[in-house]
């Protein structure tokens, strides 16, 4: 029970703060629409921002797997961080990733994005050492380094395609997604 009451929490937190924001969500939304009390949100989470923690938690989660589903498609560690970048792009462009992990994780929890953050340069270093290893990538930089370069360069990416106009995002996310493979192509140059 205590587990179902949790994760109604969190599903109602996700609706809720991805549609309308952390700001604009009352502790009175959460808990009616998970039809649960007040106390409930206290004694799981502490209160709104902890639950936006643990909505955080599992944004980040369901990403991490969806990314690890696009690298397994493919033939090579080189395709395969490609294929890590581009879903990035395309995954993170639904309006309720955008509200919660760019606009209010950072405004809220910067400690949780840090962590996030953290998280994310950790799975790029690896996908980069796979294909350094695999001779796939120049050793000449370290692939830690690479993968804060390559994170940096994903989530502003990101955040520029999520800002255009509707009538320019399929081209904005386009060439999002071109510009990611051209540079994981360059790292795979030997120049």
Known sequence: MLDA????LIDAGR???????YAATSMDDLTASASLTRGALYHHFGGKSGLLAAVVEA???????????????????????????????EL??????????????????????????????????????????AGEVSTQVRASTLAVLLNGALVDASRWVAAGRSEDHAARQTEAIAAARLIVARLGSRR
């Not at 991490?64 to 879903?87: I, K, N, Q, Y």
């Open 59 to 89: 944004v980040d989660a369901e990403l991490g797997v969806s990314l690890d589903a696009a690298a397994a498609e493919a033939p090579d560690p080189l395709g395969a961080l490609t294929a890590r970048c581009v879903a990035y792009i």
């Open 5 to 8: 009451t949790r994760q109604a």
């Open 15 to 21: 609706r809720h703060f991805g549609e309308v924001g």
């Open 92 to 133: 993170t462009q639904a309006p309720d990733v955008q509200q919660i992990l760019f606009h209010d994780a950072p405004s809220v929890l910067p400690a949780a994005v840090e962590s996030s953050t953290a998280s994310c340069i950790r799975s790029i270093t690896d996908a980069i050492d796979r294909a350094q290893r």
